[in-house]
């Protein structure tokens, strides 16, 4: 019988859903269960053939088992390997590689020296910084923000180079990243499956967590769901997410991308329209099931992105 791991954190309406509809559907050849773990040596294997993760980017205990999980052969829901995932800036430079649509975005070094670190440590960086050259690259209104973690933590609209410098001093150690703002009419989130099922909703991140999930009267049209479509596939795949979310922006008829990745997105039943929270739960519990299906073969240490 194959079995399948859900490890997950505050949320448990969605991961509860997906456990009993792949048992329900499981037929007595696949179940799931929540997976238990605490302190493991080097030679522990995992009882699962599939372990699907929405919690490890909180945790890095979690996140160094799955890893050794996954060269033993268990198959990982998202590839706990791609720790790049939050990388905003690397997001956007391998977005212009690939010609998808991104706000004008430039890495700062971070305000104060990173643990550890001392003047010394950075001969190499040019000083002083030439500001106004980013400023003019940029513009204003902009976005500053974390490079790395929950881009929303310590995230700042800024209007002029006054805010600018007001906001940048409280950033500490944190490596930022200056963004083009898009003033955008329209906003969406992108719920991609298996890297082939995508499904578009109405979306505002300015709002409250429970009422993110928003209806409009914005039609889409059928060009720019389309788009949609194809970037949300193209970025999962180039990835190796097999359960993403991605928010884009319009203003106009220009589509951009605000953001590439999120393993974790909220899924709570309370937050979702229920068509939405029914397609999820469907399309993610089938996904799973059929990783189990898949031929085990040795782990590839190495990734090309």
Same mark, same amino acid.
């Given at each position: ?13 969605? @991961? ?17 269960? &929540? ?17 699907? /993760? ?7 205990? %979690? ?59 950075? $001969?190499?960086?040019? %000083? ?6 980013? &400023? ?41 990243? #200056? $963004? ?21 909703? /109405?979306?505002? @991140?300015?709002? @409250? ?10 039609? #889409? ?7 949609? &479509? ?7 795949? #180039?990835?190796?997410? /097999? ?63």
């Amino acid at each position: 019988m194959k079995k399948i791991g859900l490890l997950y954190g505050m949320e448990k309406s969605f @991961p509860e859903a997906v456990l009993n509809y792949i048992n329900d559907i499981g037929s007595g050849k696949v179940v799931a269960e &929540f997976v238990k773990i605490g302190p493991c040596c080097y030679d522990s294997i995992a009882e699962y053939d599939v372990i699907f /993760d929405l919690v490890s980017n909180e945790v890095p205990f %979690y996140r160094s088992l799955l890893k050794h999980f996954a060269i033993n052969n268990v198959k990982i829901v998202n590839n706990p390997f791609f720790s790049s995932e939050d990388d905003e800036f690397l997001h956007n430079s391998l977005a212009k590689l690939n010609s998808f649509p991104v706000p004008k975005t430039v890495i700062l070094p971070s305000k104060e020296h990173p643990y550890g670190t001392c003047s010394e440590t950075f $001969q190499n960086l040019i %000083y002083p910084i030439d500001w106004n050259k980013i &400023f003019d690259y940029i513009g204003f209104p902009a976005i500053i923000k974390p490079n790395f973690n929950t881009p929303m933590q310590s995230s700042f609209k800024i209007y002029n180079i006054n805010e600018f410098f007001a906001a940048f001093d409280n950033t500490g150690n944190n490596s930022m990243v #200056l $963004q083009e703002c898009i003033d955008y009419d329209n906003y969406f989130r992108c719920f991609t499956i298996g890297k082939k099922h995508t499904k578009i909703t /109405d979306y505002n @991140p300015t709002k @409250p967590h429970h009422l993110r999930y928003t209806s409009n009267s914005f039609e #889409l049209s059928e060009e720019l769901k389309n788009k949609m &479509f194809e970037y949300s596939i193209n970025v999962s795949t #180039l990835f190796d997410f /097999d359960f993403n979310t991605m928010e884009f922006a319009i203003k106009g008829n220009q589509l951009y991308i605000i953001d590439f990745l999120n393993q974790a997105p909220s899924c709570q039943k309370a937050f979702l329209k229920k068509e939405v929270f029914d397609w999820l739960v469907e399309k993610t519990s089938k996904m799973l099931i059929e990783k189990t299906k898949q031929r085990k073969q040795k782990f590839n240490y190495f990734f090309s992105v």
